[in-house]
């Protein structure tokens, strides 16, 4: 039964999120949280990550999301919906005017799932983000997803993580790149797309102006697709956070990124976790860091930078004043390693956050907190009140820039 407590505060219009993560819904009690939120004007998230709801209580949801005006964020990932709840869902959206949020990850939607839920997008236009990650689409759902991308202009987020990407399909998310003018973070981790597959998507990524999120976790693109992507990266000026995770670009492709860096003035993170960088890759950080005050986020983590790799990194942080987070979780720097490091954060002020420091606990705290004070008082929002016999009282805002970094680190 689901608690009363959280049936009250649903009720009195005091709950704003809820999770009913791994929970297996009776249809009555989907009936009687259908009923309430029917009048509930205060929710706006719902998860029902990983249950057994069944088609009966997905149909009674999706009736609500017919009436309701406030749901925002919906996560139906891993709960076995079948066609028949698809379809219900579908039709809900095409009326639905506040779902931007949309998650079937993890059900086995197949090509006849997801074309009938990209039809409603036709009707809809306030759907922002679908995630769609291992949700088994073959060939005619990916032609569907890619007309999607093409004429949708609401769609600004997509996960097709786990879809098997064949060269055909691959071609044609390029084509719906090159011509996309609204979607902004694509998320396609493990999509065996290889070399070729990283070549296809920075060719079209030196014509889009729209992406802001790449994300190419463990796609075996090794050094050569890396590559294609560092160029792209000298012509691209839209791309903000490039994802190439376990993706073995080695030392060859650590340096095809850093010349890439040297001139790319937009991108703000990269993530290079398990790449297989090491210490030869690690050498051409400090050209980057030298030159580069656009890159506020570097993940090393699991690159066997060892002891030689954090004294490099160290270097770079004496003179770089923009990277405000590292990582180097398992990348073997040791204690010379870290304390190489706390010397270099003497020096340091725009490091924010450090993982990967197993030593000097509290000088690396002392020294963050340091920066982190440093930056709100460079930063913050500040505003002057001045009186003149003309206009009055008159604000004059100092400085615009928001507390906190602006990329997700």
Not at 315 to 339: C, E, H, M, P
Not at 356 to 366: H, I, Q, R
Request: hydrophobic share 40%.
């Amino acid at each position: 039964m689901l608690p009363e407590y959280i049936l009250q505060g649903l009720k009195d219009n005091t709950v704003q999120a809820i999770v009913f993560g791994w929970n297996c819904f009776s249809q009555l009690e989907m009936n009687n949280l259908v009923d309430i939120l029917k009048t509930n004007r205060s929710l706006t998230s719902i998860r029902f990550d990983q249950n057994c709801i069944g088609t009966d209580s997905i149909r009674a949801f999706a009736e609500l999301l017919r009436v309701n005006r406030t749901l925002g964020a919906v996560y139906l990932s891993d709960v076995d919906l079948e066609l028949e709840g698809v379809r219900a869902l579908a039709d809900a959206l095409t009326v639905n005017r506040t779902v931007h949020t949309l998650d079937l990850s993890d059900n086995t939607l197949g090509d006849q799932g997801v074309v009938v839920l990209l039809d409603s997008l036709n009707d809809n236009h306030t759907l922002q983000t679908l995630n769609l990650e291992g949700t088994e689409i073959g060939t005619e759902g990916i032609r569907v997803i890619i007309k999607a991308i093409r004429n949708n202009i609401s769609l600004t987020g997509l996960d097709l993580s786990g879809v098997d990407m064949d060269t055909f399909g691959t071609c044609l998310l390029a084509e719906a790149l090159q011509v996309n003018t609204h979607l902004e973070k694509l998320y396609l981790r493990y999509n065996g797309l290889g070399c070729s597959g990283a070549t296809l998507l920075a060719s079209a990524l030196e014509v889009n102006t729209f992406l802001k999120v790449l994300d190419l976790t463990g796609n075996d693109i090794g050094s050569e697709g890396t590559y294609s992507l560092a160029e792209m990266l000298k012509i691209n000026r839209t791309l903000t956070q490039l994802i190439l995770k376990g993706n073995d670009i080695n030392s060859d492709g650590a340096r095809y990124l850093a010349d890439a860096l040297r001139v790319n003035t937009t991108l703000q993170k990269v993530d290079c976790t398990a790449s297989n960088i090491g210490v030869d890759g690690a050498q051409c950080i400090p050209k980057v860091l030298k030159v580069n005050s656009s890159l506020q986020s570097i993940d090393l983590s699991c690159n066997d930078l060892r002891l030689e790799g954090a004294q490099i990194l160290a270097n770079a942080l004496r003179v770089n004043t923009s990277l405000q987070f590292i990582n180097l979780w398992g990348s073997d720097i040791g204690y010379k390693g870290a304390q190489v490091l706390m010397d270099a954060l003497k020096q340091n002020t725009s490091i924010l956050r450090l993982n990967g420091v197993k030593y000097f606990k509290e000088e690396l705290t002392a020294y963050l907190a340091r920066n982190r004070n440093i930056y709100e008082t460079e930063c913050k929002l500040a505003c002057i009140r001045f009186f003149n016999k003309k206009d009055g009282w008159v604000d004059y805002q100092i400085l615009k820039h928001l507390v906190y970094p602006m990329v997700d680190l």
